[in-house]
């Protein structure tokens, strides 16, 4: 059984190890952020220029073939340390969005797939969850803002950086679709996303592809776990790229949960507004 405290500490002995993490990490206390009113809540956009890689990640089944999975066991940076947790390993994420940023990757080289053998990844995110008290899960679909869709992963972060959480403690109203519940049993979590998964599934965006688009945010609440499933329309925007009139944005669970980042300097200081942040959920979700 791993605890927060363990991660937190095994976070602070990996940087000390690995320089180009800790240099990253030591950027985001510099990171600059702009809050816009959308609807009835406050986005944040970070401006970070080390994401630009995760951003415009290719995950088309050519570019994938042709790279090194990157959380396979073998193709790892020497400096690269993990925790052992059943199935998984804890990995610190070398290119963090907050101060404290884990990858928690698949001991087997295995797709990017929650709704695969009765949901039992999803079993196993809410088990992970509740063991670790003031860090909420997340999960991207593989159209949906993960950038290694070949290898199964959930990310950890601090739930007080993720206002989405807030926004349910707030009873206020989220400009797009977000599925919420609270669940005391991990059976009762599973039976409920397998529901919505049937639902979501007959979308027409959704047909043909093995699950349907999803963001899944969690995290223990109290005696059970609480979570958050954001149906997606889109992977990316159609104004998504470099030119004039386009923006270098990729939503995934952490932008939905009001904190969007934006790689790119010409974005972040002159180009978004509360416009396109508004046309950015309306074309990714629903
Ligand atoms: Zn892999």
């Given at each position: 059984?791993?605890?927060?405290g363990?991660?937190?500490?095994?976070q602070?002995?990996?940087l000390e190890?690995?320089?180009m993490?800790?240099?990253?990490?030591?950027a985001?206390?510099g990171v600059e952020?702009?809050i816009?009113r959308v609807?009835?809540v406050?986005?944040?956009?970070?401006?970070?220029?080390?994401?630009i890689?995760?951003t415009?990640?290719?995950?088309?089944a050519?570019?994938?073939?042709?790279?090194?999975?990157?959380l396979?066991r073998?193709?790892?940076?020497?400096?690269?340390?993990?925790i052992?947790?059943g199935d998984?390993?804890?990995?610190?994420?070398?290119?963090?969005?907050?101060?404290?940023?884990?990858?928690i990757a698949a001991?087997?080289?295995?797709?990017?797939?929650?709704?695969?053998?009765?949901?039992?990844?999803?079993?196993d995110?809410?088990?992970?969850?509740?063991?670790l008290?003031?860090?909420?899960l997340?999960?991207?679909?593989?159209?949906?803002?993960?950038?290694a869709?070949?290898h199964f992963?959930f990310?950890?972060?601090?739930?007080?950086?993720?206002?989405?959480?807030?926004?349910?403690?707030?009873?206020?109203r989220?400009?797009?679709?977000?599925?919420?519940?609270?669940?005391?049993?991990?059976y009762?979590?599973?039976?409920?996303?397998?529901?919505?998964?049937?639902?979501?599934?007959?979308?027409?965006?959704?047909?043909?592809e093995?699950?349907?688009?999803?963001?899944?945010?969690?995290?223990?609440?109290?005696?059970?776990?609480?979570?958050?499933?954001?149906?997606?329309?889109?992977?990316r925007?159609?104004?998504?790229?470099?030119?004039?009139?386009?923006?270098?944005?990729s939503?995934?669970?952490?932008?939905?949960?009001g904190?969007?980042v934006?790689?790119s300097?010409?974005d972040?200081?002159r180009?978004?507004?509360?416009?396109?942040l508004?046309a950015l959920?309306?074309?990714?979700c629903?």
């Amino acid at each position: 059984m791993m605890d927060t405290g363990e991660l937190l500490d095994f976070q602070r002995a990996q940087l000390e190890r690995w320089p180009m993490a800790a240099a990253n990490f030591k950027a985001l206390e510099g990171v600059e952020t702009k809050i816009f009113r959308v609807g009835d809540v406050g986005v944040a956009v970070q401006y970070n220029p080390a994401r630009i890689a995760s951003t415009s990640a290719k995950v088309d089944a050519v570019s994938l073939a042709k790279r090194p999975c990157f959380l396979c066991r073998s193709n790892r940076p020497a400096e690269q340390m993990a925790i052992d947790a059943g199935d998984y390993e804890v990995l610190v994420n070398p290119f963090p969005i907050f101060p404290v940023h884990f990858t928690i990757a698949a001991k087997e080289h295995a797709p990017q797939l929650i709704s695969g053998d009765g949901c039992r990844r999803f079993a196993d995110m809410l088990q992970i969850a509740c063991q670790l008290p003031g860090l909420a899960l997340f999960y991207n679909g593989p159209r949906c803002g993960a950038s290694a869709p070949d290898h199964f992963h959930f990310q950890a972060v601090e739930v007080c950086r993720l206002p989405l959480f807030e926004w349910f403690d707030c009873g206020l109203r989220i400009p797009y679709r977000v599925e919420h519940g609270c669940f005391f049993s991990i059976y009762d979590g599973v039976e409920w996303l397998k529901g919505l998964f049937d639902e979501l599934q007959s979308l027409p965006e959704n047909f043909g592809e093995v699950e349907p688009r999803v963001n899944i945010l969690c995290r223990g609440y109290g005696n059970g776990v609480e979570v958050a499933v954001i149906p997606r329309r889109a992977h990316r925007p159609d104004f998504f790229g470099y030119g004039e009139g386009e923006l270098l944005l990729s939503p995934a669970s952490v932008d939905l949960a009001g904190v969007v980042v934006a790689p790119s300097p010409e974005d972040f200081n002159r180009k978004l507004t509360a416009e396109w942040l508004e046309a950015l959920f309306r074309q990714t979700c629903y």
